[in-house]
């Protein structure tokens, strides 16, 4: 039962999580030169954004244009 009194809270942990990550990245910061981490980014997320175009496009080619009119008309419904 003590054990449970001294564990820290789930905010507690997350922010923890948190700041360890902005030490990271300050380190990242200091061993690597600024276009580096952003050439590293665009090398990460360039290929992330062509995969979700390509499979909406394959989705629409699919029949799935009817499937974004019914979540559109659930999320923007007067």
Known sequence: MEALFLSPSPGQQTSRAIFSLLDFS???EKQ???WAIVLAQVAVTLP???FSF???IEG???GG???IM???YLAFRP
Request: hydrophobic share 50%; charged share 25%.
């Open 26 to 28: 300050k380190q990242c």
């Open 54 to 56: 390509w499979l909406m």
């Open 60 to 62: 629409i080619k699919a």
């Open 32 to 34: 690597f030169p600024t």
């Open 65 to 67: 244009d009817k499937l």
């Open 70 to 72: 019914v979540i559109d």
């Open 48 to 50: 992330l954004y062509i």
